[in-house]
Nanobody, 116 residues
Framework: QVQLVESGGGLVQPGGSLRLSCALSGGGLRIIRMGWYRQAPGKQRELVATITSGGITEYGDSVKGRFTISRDNAKNTLTLHMDSLKSEDTAVYYC??????????WGQGTQVTVSS
């Protein structure tokens, strides 16, 4: 089973930038898709961005043009660059992987707070 550890969350002012990282370890099957999801208080978990093993990306409508997802297969890391942050981006951000047996793995989450 894959272990995922997120880092990089914190407090940032509106309009600022933040970078989240997710370190992968363990597991034996090929990871076919990786991504970030977020959950704000009182809301359902929602898609932020995903990237397939072939490099195809998908973004949630609310973050398109502001967030960029990337992966480094050699270092087993996933990164989310977040620019032009808004208060509505405040949430716990979770790293996610889907392996070739369609098993989902989740990290413990990292808090992002956008506030002045």
């Amino acid at each position: 089973q894959v272990q995922l550890v997120e880092s990089g969350g914190g407090l940032v002012q509106p309009g600022g930038s933040l970078r989240l990282s997710c370190a992968l370890s363990g597991g034996g099957l090929r990871i076919i898709r990786m991504g970030w999801y977020r959950q704000a208080p009182g809301k359902q978990r929602e898609l932020v961005a995903t990237i397939t093993s072939g490099g195809i990306t998908e973004y949630g409508d609310s973050v398109k043009g502001r967030f960029t997802i990337s992966r480094d297969n050699a270092k087993n890391t996933l990164t989310l660059h977040m620019d032009s942050l808004k208060s509505e981006d405040t949430a716990v951000y979770y790293c996610h992987t889907l392996d070739s047996s369609f098993f989902n793995s989740w990290g413990q989450g990292t808090q992002v707070t956008v506030s002045s």
